[in-house]
């Protein structure tokens, strides 16, 4: 019997030595996975950045060429609002001579 009683202790020794040697392993494993999942984390954050970017990129080069063109038109609408001053500032000028030349005519025509 006492040879039982030894062989069965050696097999629960022999047992609990795996058992801790499972939580080692257990204890590494769990530290692998977290740091696997830390960098996978960290891909993810970087794919969806580059995703990001790349969708936005477009957009981005769409603004730049509306406003170039704004910047364009603002210019032309400066110069078209001088242009359009000088003539009416010319409008006038003829005007102011056509009443002028009315008036001559007038008198010419009325025995003046």
Do not use: N
């Amino acid at each position: 019997m006492d040879i039982l009683v030894a062989v069965g202790t050696l097999v629960a020794a022999a047992g609990g030595l795996a058992g801790l040697g499972s939580l080692v392993t257990v204890r590494s494993t769990k530290r692998k996975i977290s740091a696997d999942a830390e960098k996978t984390e960290a891909d993810a954050v970087q794919v969806l950045s580059a995703t990001a970017v790349s969708l936005l990129e477009p957009a981005a080069a769409q603004v730049r060429s509306l406003r170039a063109d704004l910047a364009a038109a603002e210019t032309k609408i400066v110069t078209l609002t001088d242009q359009l001053a000088d003539a009416d500032r010319r409008i006038a000028d003829l005007t102011r001579d056509l009443a002028k030349a009315q008036a001559q005519l007038d008198q010419w025509t009325d025995g003046g």
